[in-house]
């Protein structure tokens, strides 16, 4: 892929500064990044993880939005050389002052110093649109999960913390369609890591079951060897197969399965961090939090996917 | 002068961004920055100017202040390492997201794009603390009013705009005293052009009539030479001499009378615009307006002597 060519490559030693490993975690609203990013921030420890959405990039506030021809999802909704400029400050290891848009408020305030952690986990609607934005990332995701399951998440948190109801949710949707498709969704084709979070079609599981993943490992990065950890004892909660991906590149397919008894996806689990993440500890708790109380082996599996290459990238 | 070596040199061809000439004003706060700064973008011209307050930089609210072991004079109080890096994005010709510090309210509100321009303004408390801040400007400037100057000022400015009472104001300039030694002051060594507005201590001249300047023109820069028009008429509004810097350093001292009769200051402006600002027009209205209405010659001659610095670094 030549396009790696251009990722910065970190350098540390004496009198250099600490390059960060980034980590970008691009999807439409309400796929899931927040969810995703929160664990892994939970399990390296905040001390070690710098986070930042690009949505603070917007250029507009929501009472602006009435008179603008486009939605907060269009490049000249955002700041995006300033997003740039900042990934690249943040990969050659200085701080940025970053601007804050409170998504409660739908106001711009005062923005926040950002200095380099360890790791760097970006999240938002477009860190992946830009080729100088996507140079900046050592790891790249994409959340997809089908569009009725974003359409009811949408519903559940705009209509619970950001003061909508669910019929502005709705229309709100249709609006941003257009630009979905044309600046959200073809990021999916740069990322190293694609995850959909979806139930099983063929199956009517009770309403309280766990989501299955399916995990898309590309390789455009060095992925784990996992066949090195999938035992057949585990085939019915997980297991991986050659694919085609949706534009004909082949592509590794991991399944993890919601539905299977709790003791499978414990074991599920524990083989993909004992294996890929630390042999030595075991699985912390923060892992595949859905909310408080409520846990996903598949979004476990996920993290720690992506906590491997956190992790690779840091070495 | 080994640290002018540290400029950033300005380079501008086919595919390269115009870098822009950058001009610094430091000074104590209410030491006449802002109308000195004001009269320059408004014969530049806005579009030709980007203008910013180093003041946007503090990294406190009002409100937080009375926690604070330091006052907003200290570098502690405002984020230096941003500002840095602000100064020479721009200088270098890229935009930057400034914060805003809203000096009405107290808050730090909604950041603003700054695109560079063919000249960059920038005033403040600190623009020369740093050497790294330092080396991002073309021309630098101190302004030094006398200390009872500053505090009428000040208490006029702050009662008026600022929402304080003259008390608070005496009250805080005794508190900030020591930082002002500290940081503030320390910054007029690093100045090509160090200006003091001042009444002439030895005359009683009624209370409207403007204040003379001193203007020190430092050989840190090429410095016009004022010799060529400086003829015998003007000598009772006008006069250069060579001088010793309060360090003992040699330089030359301008002296501009605000007392003399408005056909002399009219003489005066008039030989320094056409000879160094701009043969081809006239003085334009808004060189030396202290406030709607109210013109200074001494301003006036300091500022074309600022116009001249621009415009040749835009050569």
Redesign the interface.
């Given at each position: 892929m030549p396009e790696k060519a251009l990722r910065i490559s970190r350098a540390s030693g004496p009198g250099r500064r600490v390059r960060p490993v980034m980590l970008a975690i691009a999807g439409d609203s309400a796929a899931g990044k927040t969810t995703v990013a929160a664990g892994l921030v939970a399990t390296l420890g905040p001390d070690r993880c710098a986070f930042l959405s690009t949505d603070d990039y917007h250029?507009y506030?929501r009472a602006d939005r009435a008179g603008l021809p486009f939605t907060p999802l269009h490049p000249d909704y955002n700041?995006m050389?300033?997003m740039e400029?900042h990934l690249q400050?943040l990969a050659s290891g200085?701080?940025?002052?970053k601007?804050v848009y409170d998504h409660r408020s739908g106001?711009?305030?005062?923005?926040e110093?950002v200095e380099p952690r360890e790791f760097v986990i970006v999240d938002g609607l477009l860190p992946l649109h830009s080729k100088l934005a996507r140079a900046c990332f050592d790891v790249t995701v994409y959340l997809d999960p089908p569009e009725e399951v974003r359409r009811e998440w949408k519903i559940r948190r705009d209509t619970a913390s950001r003061g909508y109801g669910a019929g502005q949710v709705l229309a709100e949707l249709e609006r941003r369609e257009g630009e979905s498709a044309a600046y959200i969704r073809p990021q999916r084709a740069y990322a190293d890591v694609v995850v959909r979070f979806a139930p099983i079609p063929s199956r009517t599981d009770p309403p309280a079951t766990p989501l299955s993943a399916e995990v898309l490992l590309r390789p455009t990065i060095p992925q784990p060897d996992l066949g090195s950890v999938l035992h057949p004892g585990l085939s019915q909660v997980m297991h991986l197969r050659l694919a085609r991906d949706t534009d004909g590149r082949p592509v590794d397919s991991l399944h993890v399965h919601g539905y299977v008894p709790p003791e499978d996806s414990v074991a599920a689990v524990k083989a993909i961090w004992t294996g890929f993440v630390d042999a030595a500890t075991g699985v912390p708790e923060c892992l595949g939090q859905v909310e408080p109380g409520v846990h996903s082996a598949p979004l476990a599996v996920t993290q720690a996917l992506l906590l491997h290459h956190l992790l690779e990238g840091a070495r």
């Open positions: 250029r506030e700041y050389e300033i400029q400050l200085q701080p940025i002052l601007p106001r711009l305030t005062r923005p110093l």
